[in-house]
């Protein structure tokens, strides 16, 4: 059996318009991470959109990359479950948890990880501290927030637009919706970080590293679940998961799982399009002059920045049944992936796909957030803080010059930024 390395080599190696498209493995992180990815989701589309890597990290899987075939599986809920997983399993990192912490029951994902009707019982618990009303009493605060952030950037000067400003007002936002201690707040980043790396990237060291971290994140939420519990809680995501008789007796495996849909959730999806904002209207100028003559737009350039970023590069689901997919049969058991990120520049259903256009007719017509029963719960929070930090940086600042190009993490799953240089000129 070829190894990890060596299928990772086939597609890195070769010319991905010539090689064989039994050796094309989408999911390869490094490719990612080079922003390479793009002719492979070409390709796909073009000559083989429901197609099948045969052997990978990540074991077998199909890969759906249009957009109709992308939204027949996302609603279809019934034929393809979510219970196994809804992100490419990497057969090394399930091994190792599997030593560590002994087999597990799903994966690991919370409710995002259930069917119905579990599922939905799981999600209304914490709909209510993400709904529209409250929503609307955070957004002050985010707001204000969001000045004492850009007002203590430095002018004239580089700076990691990614840790200054997406990560520090996610962080904000999330301690706030968790009612975590505020001077602890980017130790929901590091989790965060932590959950979604493999050892060697972002900030995880080796397994014994990634695991250690794991109980420390769990052992404080099982915490706060205990402080909630004991004291009724208020409508922070915590107590209402304590509240509800849907959750209040979930076990240990199901919290854990949710904390870590929440805290990723919370993090990622936001901060990585407010870091991909400010770099696609960098490389599009024209775009930042139209933003800067009618702020009016940001809610348009924000839903065309989660199209043409889309922060979550896929979602999987597993087969219940045989079902046919674009004239071919994906078997009971088969995982598959929806290729969110291929969807989203889909030339069949999106005009110039590839352009960067923050006044397009339809702007919200994307399948960044997902379809179905399991479109993404938190949706409006990441739209409210990508239009309040939007609106306050074009208040204050002319221009914001990228220095440098970023660098990209190392998933094939969060599509997001490492780091992003850049330097503000002058203020107003």
Avoid at 66 to 95: C, K, T, Y
Wanted: with cysteine; glycine share 6%.
């Amino acid at each position: 059996m070829a190894t990890a390395l060596e299928i990772d080599g086939l597609d890195l190696l070769d010319d991905v318009e010539t090689m064989p498209l039994a050796q094309l493995n989408p999911a390869r992180a490094q490719r990612f991470k080079d922003d390479t990815i793009w002719p492979v989701f070409a390709r796909l589309r073009r000559e083989d959109p429901v197609h099948f890597t045969p052997a990978s990290e990540f074991g077998p899987y199909w890969s759906i990359t249009r957009w109709a075939d992308i939204m027949a599986i996302d609603v279809n809920h019934e034929a393809f479950s979510s219970a196994q997983g809804i992100a490419l399993p990497n057969l090394e990192a399930l091994a190792e948890q599997e030593r560590v912490m002994g087999p597990r029951r799903r994966g690991n994902a919370g409710f995002i990880t259930m069917d119905e009707p579990e599922h939905s019982k799981h999600r209304k618990a914490v709909t209510p501290t993400v709904a529209p009303a409250n929503l609307a009493l955070l957004a002050p605060l985010v707001r204000e927030r969001a000045g004492q952030i850009l007002d203590a950037l430095p002018i004239g000067e580089t700076f990691d637009w990614v840790d200054m400003v997406s990560k520090e007002l996610t962080a904000m936002t999330l301690a706030t919706l968790f009612d975590f201690p505020f001077e602890e707040r980017r130790k929901l980043t590091y989790w965060s970080d932590v959950i979604t790396n493999l050892p060697g990237h972002g900030p995880v060291r080796d397994w014994p590293h990634k695991f250690e971290v794991f109980g420390k994140c769990f052992g404080r939420f099982d915490a706060i679940w205990h402080e909630r519990l004991d004291s009724g809680g208020g409508n922070d995501l915590i107590s209402m998961l304590t509240q509800n008789p849907a959750t209040r007796e979930m076990d240990r495996e199901q919290y854990h799982g949710t904390v870590v849909l929440l805290i990723v959730g919370g993090n990622d999806t936001t901060r990585n399009t407010i870091s991909g904002s400010l770099y696609a209207l960098n490389k599009n100028p024209d775009q930042y002059d139209k933003l800067r003559a009618d702020p009016g737009l940001i809610p348009s350039m924000m839903s065309e920045t989660i199209r043409w970023q889309t922060p979550l590069a896929h979602m999987a689901r597993t087969a219940t049944r045989d079902v046919e997919v674009g004239g071919k049969t994906i078997h009971t058991g088969d995982k598959v992936v929806m290729w969110y990120i291929s969807g989203n520049r889909d030339e069949t259903k999106i005009d110039r796909p590839d352009d960067y256009v923050i006044d397009r007719a339809r702007p919200r017509e994307h399948l960044s957030f997902g379809f179905g029963v399991h479109r993404c719960v938190g949706n409006r929070v990441a739209e409210m803080q990508l239009t309040i930090i939007w609106e306050e940086i074009l208040k204050r600042f002319p221009d914001i010059r990228v220095m440098a190009e970023p660098t990209r993490t190392y998933s094939g799953f969060v599509h997001g930024y490492e780091t992003l240089p850049v330097m503000i000129p002058r203020r107003h």
